[in-house]
């Protein structure tokens, strides 16, 4: 697919007016999730249009409408034995075997590795190629180890695998590493009430990206699932779900953009409905870090008020460890405001839509700033930072490299953005809701 690029420009150093974001894409996928192992009893609202969300939810349907032999999506051979493929993701083609492709939707592809297996029936599982480069072996010795049967097609630890038919729970105790993907143990956790001897998840050593899993938790616990949290190991007993209806509230990792144009502008008066100072989203945190920019979070009217005043920046050191989703917007901040910040908890960066230091590492250069690695440590070195009149920024493939850097278009004259439509991924509207407080954006000719 051609990749169409932009030109995102600002006349004015002002943010003004009032944004409604789409649901979070984080808790969506759980709700679906669970919608799917309750067989109807649980119903979701406000649905995000996330592509990640979409691609999951028609999966979900297809898995659960759709009998055993009858998939829709159509294969087509040519005179040279070449395959190609077109409609629903879910298939039967001439291997007689079922496949499930998620394209670069992650969240997906690690919930449905521990989902599918609980369906009884045969299905390759599947993603783009830079899907096919993300590990899954973690989760997959996870779930061979409660019972299920399943094979790598190519590399060892990555997708594509092959999920067989006949799972039968061996063990309900499982140790899992804390400082991995926190979506795998979320994976395990919401299958967990549906296991016919439930779930004892050790968790071993630190845990990375904690709200993540308290999410999890909750929204199960809001579905009527109980569990018991002691120490280093989550309990989840065979449960029942009780009819729920989940609101998937707003998306506070979108949320956080709005926060580096009000850090970025002179002036800025913005007003987010449907966002609450309870929220179950870890990246809700994104208040207090911006605070240090002189953004003040004023929840009332349903929502939440986002104000600018000028003040030094003081804090030094942050740590992302349970927020890695807002690190490139907050790091751009600094950048862009030339503030020599340290960053620590950047550790699973390096395997999400792309190696996201390396990706930061490259742009910022491009405006004099390096991004210095130390260890586990990182630290920003803006003593040659100069802001170019224009500047070519690569998005690798991840709709967070574009979303993060594209309030540099307030300093920067013209900022062309490749790839302008992998914003679909989480926030389809991002650069219309751009225009409405007053960026323009131009399709690169």
Known sequence: ??????????????????????????????????????????????ISDAADAVTLKSILYTTQMEPPQLFVQTRKIDEHGKVTTSGPV??????????????????????????LPLLNKNVTLTGSVRMQQRPIG???????????????????????IHIH????????????????????????????????????????????????????????????????????????????FTPTTLYVEPDWSAASYWYAIAALSDEAELFLPGLTPYSLQGDSVITEIMANFGITSVFKDGGVYLSKEAKPIARK????????????????????????????GLETLKIKETDRVLALQT????????????????????????????????TYDDHRMAMAFAPLAILIPELEVEDAEVVSKSYPAFWTDLEKVGFKSEPVA
């Open 138 to 160: 973690i989760l997959v010795d996870a779930m061979r180890k409660l019972g299920a049967t399943i094979d790598y097609v190519n590399n060892e630890g990555y997708p594509p």
């Open 165 to 240: 038919s006949g799972f039968e729970q061996q063990t309900n105790a499982i140790t899992i590493k804390g400082d991995i993907s926190s979506q795998y143990i979320t994976a395990l956790l919401l299958i967990a009430p549906k296991l016919p001897q439930g779930l004892e998840l050790h968790i071993e050593g630190e845990l990375t990206s904690k709200p993540y899993v308290e999410m999890t938790l909750a929204m199960l616990n809001q579905t009527g699932i109980r569990h018991t949290w002691a120490d280093n190991v989550i309990t989840i007993q065979p449960q029942e």
């Open 317 to 344: 050191i942050f740590d992302m460890k349970e927020c890695p989703d807002l690190a490139q917007t907050v790091i751009v901040v600094c950048a862009a405001l030339g503030h020599e910040a340290t960053f620590t």
């Open 90 to 115: 879910l298939t039967t083609g001439v291997d007689a075997g079922r496949q499930v492709d998620v394209g670069p939707a992650g969240t997906a592809m690690r919930f449905l590795t521990a989902y």
């Open 363 to 394: 742009e910022l250069a491009k405006m004099g700033v390096k991004l210095i690695e130390k260890g586990q440590v990182y630290k920003l070195d803006c003593s040659e930072r100069s802001l170019p009149q224009r500047m070519f920024i690569s």
């Open 1 to 46: 697919m051609a990749k169409h690029n932009i030109i995102l420009t600002k006349q004015s150093n002002t943010a003004k007016g009032t944004i409604q974001l789409t649901g979070s894409k984080s808790e969506c996928n759980r709700a679906l999730i669970l919608e799917a192992l309750s067989n109807g009893e649980v119903k979701v609202e406000n």
